[in-house]
């Protein structure tokens, strides 16, 4: 594990207490620090709360109160070095039909694997850096 995951902040936006839970304990166990919230409404109150840099939003994309593309377009509004990566369980298909997402935009597809996870979360993290 490197340095700069460290000190890396990821704020996790996901309704499902069990995915959320999971999520964090392998995302804290590689040594990140984990801001956590239950849906987009949240992460958004956390966001404007926490007084360093997030240098990750990983979000499921249909939450109830507020979606993950829109916390994330408030988050980025504020935070424009803030990477996003979405996490889903409907297929990619389904939700750019809907218009949930644009095109080209980083969809981590559930179910996934911790290893999965982490080389997601790692090449996000890359792509800012």
């Known amino acids: 594990m490197g340095n700069t995951e460290q000190k890396c902040t990821i704020l996790l936006a996901e309704d499902e207490v069990a995915v959320r839970n999971l999520v964090r304990r392998v995302l ?22 926490y007084p360093d840099e997030i240098q990750l939003f ?23 070095t803030t990477a996003v990566l979405y996490m889903s369980g409907y297929a990619e298909g389904e ?18 694997s911790p290893t999965t996870l982490l080389e997601w979360v790692r090449e996000s993290l890359r792509n800012i850096g």
């Open 28 to 49: 804290e166990r590689e040594g990140f620090r984990v801001l956590e919230a239950e849906n987009g409404r949240v992460a958004v109150d956390v966001a404007d709360r």
């Open 58 to 80: 990983l979000t499921d994309v249909v939450m109830p109160e507020l979606s993950g593309p829109r916390a994330a377009a408030r988050i980025t509004a504020h935070r424009p």
């Open 95 to 112: 939700i750019s039909e809907s218009g949930e997402l644009q095109p080209g935009i980083r969809l981590l597809e559930k179910p996934f």
